[in-house]
């Protein structure tokens, strides 16, 4: 090997090191050629002491580039999760709901399977959750039997219209909110993110539901761009740590003031104390 190649050796190694979440397992992601349409994050080693509860993923801007997300998914992962995003790594165009639901189906047809890479997933535990327009998305999947949860990041349902086609969006205007029979937790970005009125409005319109909202101000964007995802990503571990991993230490973090302490604003909830045993 000469220096240079050495060199780049190196730099790729700190580069994996850096992005393999923090949690206690380094985690990257991959695309598998029997869902050449996704990117699926999980731990590089599937852990022996713990199954990985399943996260479906729709991309800000409904984009379809798997990897947009790539800090906050991989972060996820490493806590000893598979997450899977709709969209190749680094793919182009859009997404729509069909992508989760196939996402779903190969979970199905893959968890525990023959114990290869995917045997300790386990498809009876899944949350469904997207930021902005994936937000939207993640709603769609609201009467999907196998889905849990679902986590709402900078989103909320818009009043679009007929336009909604046009614009990318899936037309679901905010009395949709009432179809909605699942836990649902929103990751908002305050006043100043443009989805902020929408998803205050279905936060309060939601009901009969275990439910949280938080406002982390720093808009639309969030801080997903951050190393592990920022502040959204370590809310975003709590939260599937305890719906998914049922680890109830994480109920301080949502309803004992941790949220409030992490900087996060505008915190409410109702009937969390259900959340693990609720069913629809
Ligand atoms: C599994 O083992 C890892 C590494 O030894 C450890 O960090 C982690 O906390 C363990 N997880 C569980 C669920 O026991
Ligand atoms: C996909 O997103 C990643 C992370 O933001 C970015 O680095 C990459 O350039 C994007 N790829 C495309 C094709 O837009």
């Not at 050449?36 to 479906?56: A, C, S």
């Not at 998914?73 to 997450?83: K, M, Q, V």
């Amino acid at each position: 090997m000469n220096m240079k190649s050495q060199l780049l050796a190196a730099l790729s190694c700190s580069t994996l090191a850096l992005a393999a979440g923090n949690g206690p397992y380094d985690a990257s992601h991959s695309a598998d050629i029997t869902l050449p349409k996704h990117t699926i994050y999980m731990p590089n080693t599937p852990p022996e002491n713990t199954t990985l509860p399943v996260l479906i993923w729709g991309n800000g801007a409904c984009s379809a580039n798997g990897t947009l997300f790539g800090n906050l998914l991989t972060n996820i992962a490493s806590y000893g999760f598979i997450a899977i995003a709709s969209g190749a790594p680094d793919g182009n165009g859009q997404t729509d709901v069909q992508l989760m639901k196939d996402a779903l189906d190969w979970i199905e047809e893959n968890a525990g399977g023959g114990g290869g890479k995917y045997a300790t997933v386990d498809a009876t535990r899944v949350a469904v959750a997207g930021q902005s327009c994936g937000g939207l998305e993640a709603y769609q999947m609201r009467d999907d039997p196998r889905v849990q949860y679902l986590g709402i990041f900078n989103s909320g349902f818009l009043d679009v219209g007929g336009i909604g086609g046009i614009l990318g969006l899936p037309g679901e205007g905010p009395e949709t909110i009432e179809e909605v029979k699942l836990p649902v937790f929103y990751f908002l970005g305050g006043e100043t993110d443009i989805a902020y009125p929408n998803g205050m409005a279905d936060y309060e319109a939601l009901s009969g539901v275990p439910k949280w909202v938080g406002n982390y101000p720093v808009g639309h964007l969030g801080t997903y761009a951050e190393p592990e995802g920022g502040a959204f990503g370590v809310a975003a571990v709590n939260w599937l740590s305890w719906v998914l991993k049922e680890d109830a230490s994480q109920a301080a973090w949502f309803t004992g003031g941790g949220a409030e302490e992490a900087g996060w604003e505008e915190v409410s909830s109702e009937g969390l104390e259900d959340l693990l045993t609720f069913s629809a």
